[in-house]
């Protein structure tokens, strides 16, 4: 099994950022690949940023593109989300996620989920 543990959120003005970590523990963390969802009250789950198992392939919902960041440090067993200008809609729990593939997580269907860290953003 795989354990994740988010943290970083916070609240922050529109145009601020914040960076979110992700802590994995139980597994070979090398080799999952990983990723970033959220969820705002009254709505789906939907991802947010996804990156392979080395680093090589990432991918990004449009909303988010230009302004997150995905990395990770296997050195760490961490996960990184920086998240730059951002705007009152971002505001949602984000939850960490990891998968096999890349293609996985970016569907979602993902076994292993973090609790979740709020982050609200203020106008």
């Known amino acids: 099994q795989v354990q994740l543990v988010e943290s970083g959120g916070g609240l922050v003005q529109a145009g601020g950022s914040l960076r979110l970590s992700c802590a994995a523990s139980?597994?070979?963390?090398?080799?999952?690949?990983m990723g970033w969802f959220r969820q705002a009250p009254g709505k789906e789950r939907e991802f947010v940023a996804g990156l392979g198992w080395n680093g090589a392939m990432t991918s990004y919902a449009d909303s988010v593109k230009g302004r997150f960041t995905i990395s990770r440090d296997n050195t760490k067993n961490t996960v990184y989300l920086r998240m730059n200008s951002l705007k009152p809609e971002d505001t949602a729990v984000y939850y960490c996620?990891?998968?096999?593939?890349?293609?996985?997580?970016?569907?979602?269907?993902?076994?292993?989920w973090g609790q979740g860290t709020q982050v609200t953003v203020s106008s």
């Open positions: 139980g597994g070979t963390f090398r080799s999952y690949a």
């Open positions: 996620a990891a998968a096999a593939a890349l293609s996985i997580v970016v569907r979602g269907t993902t076994d292993y």
